[in-house]
């Protein structure tokens, strides 16, 4: 058996150059997989994360078009009892005019209360977020993402300044207390900006000049996300109950992201698919080199014949080159790749992700690869006849 590995490793180095060759074409193509595959995983990666920081992970109740409903703390307190509900939370949102140091933007601006951290992703840069106090007290108080005070001081913490949120076409200062970072960064910039920046303020400050005393939705944050089917069907059970004239609408945003996800793993191993053509085109590469490394040792198998070496021992010996040659491939492939693909992560900052059930299956590949296409030139040298081998010139 040790024979026959060191005469598959003779096949090998029979001829460096082509050997080498191969070798790099296969590495390549293990390289170009591995390379599309992890950018494929960091951009779902990437993507889940900024829907879950934007609160993907739950449910939003609203009161169907052309009904009478209202969604008031009744209903918010009913949806809080169903056991799978983590949270709860009101939610009222407009797109409004914003005046800070003598310029106007275009924000969204989002009534929440003291539980948004939990329901939405909000990662208090400097002060504070919403609070209970502000919700009794309706405060002209608001939360800003750290673009506007980027955008607009140079600088993050701008706490205390104060800006004009136009609610319904009325100037209301409101006292910058609290920076978050942005939630939605790497969206706003794949959309080009089309997302405007976001402004929090208390849902009962944007009732009060509303002159209104219901929510326009409520976020539901789910215990486990796998119950969300389960659970917009208890929400929907739940207000029904007395309510025979309207109906309220579940939005299952838990589904929707994994319908994206699904969308997305596909997109990925379409890509990732058309890269292993490489591997295929290596194949017949590695064919082509131990067709002519048959070609070339014609007369030196004619003499292991005669003494005696059998079909077995010389198809096993180039088979096994074939397969050598794939190998080394596939390693030093998965080696480069690896290490692109790392590059990649932190040049993004998106993160390092090494898939290494996807090392295990182009290792496999790459070995039925070589043995596949190696069988052929095998079999044609275990098949040459002795005296024939022997008269070639």
């Known amino acids: 058996m040790t024979d026959i590995f060191r005469m598959g490793a003779r096949c090998l180095f029979h001829s460096k150059i082509r050997s080498v060759l191969t070798i790099a074409g296969i590495a390549v193509g293990v390289s170009a997989v591995m ?59 407009m797109i409004a005019d914003c005046e800070i140091k003598n310029s106007h933007i275009t924000c969204m601006t989002w009534g929440v ?85 976001f402004v929090y303020i208390p849902y009962s400050v944007m009732q009060e000049y509303s002159e209104r005393d219901n929510f326009d939705q409520i976020t539901v944050k789910l215990r486990d996300s796998a119950e969300s089917g389960y659970t917009a069907s208890e929400v929907k059970k739940i207000l029904s109950l007395g309510n025979k004239n309207y109906e309220y609408s579940v939005d299952d945003l838990v589904s929707r992201k994994e319908k994206m996800n699904n969308i997305l793993s596909i997109a990925s191993a379409a890509l990732s698919a058309v890269a292993g053509i490489s591997l295929i085109v290596s194949g017949i590469s590695t064919m082509t080199v131990m067709l002519v490394s048959v ?45 692109l693909s790392v590059l990649v992560g932190l040049m993004t900052g998106i993160g390092i992700y090494i898939n290494w059930k996807l090392c295990g299956v182009l290792l496999l590949i790459s070995l039925l690869i070589g043995g596949c296409f190696g069988t052929y030139p095998a079999y044609k040298a275990a098949s040459l006849k002795p005296v024939d081998a022997l008269r070639y010139e």
Do not use: W
Not at 47 to 55: C, P
Not at 147 to 175: D, H, L, Q, T
């Open 295 to 339: 070609n070339e040792r014609t007369r030196e198998i004619g003499i292991k014949k005669s003494i005696g070496a059998g079909k077995t021992e010389i198809m096993s010996e180039f088979l096994i080159g074939s397969v050598m040659i794939t190998f080394i491939g596939s390693i030093i492939g998965i080696f480069s790749g690896t290490v």
């Open 35 to 93: 390379i599309v595959s992890a950018i494929g995983d960091l951009g779902k990666f990437s993507i889940n994360s900024e829907l879950s920081g934007m609160g993907m992970d739950s449910l939003v109740v609203s009161v169907q078009s052309g009904s009478t409903g209202k969604l008031t703390e009744n209903e918010l307190e009913k949806i809080r009892s169903i056991d799978s509900v983590g949270n709860a939370m009101p939610l009222m949102n």
């Open 113 to 197: 209360n003291e539980d948004a951290d939990n329901v939405i992703d909000l990662e208090v840069l400097h002060g504070r977020l919403i609070n209970r106090g502000d919700i009794a007290e309706k405060s002209n108080v608001c939360v800003i993402d750290e673009a506007i005070a980027e955008e607009k001081y140079k600088r993050s913490n701008i706490v205390g300044k104060k800006m004009n949120i136009f609610i319904y076409g009325e100037p209301i200062e409101f006292e910058i207390v609290g920076v978050v970072k942005n939630g939605v960064n790497t969206l706003q910039n794949m959309l080009g900006g089309f997302i405007p920046d």
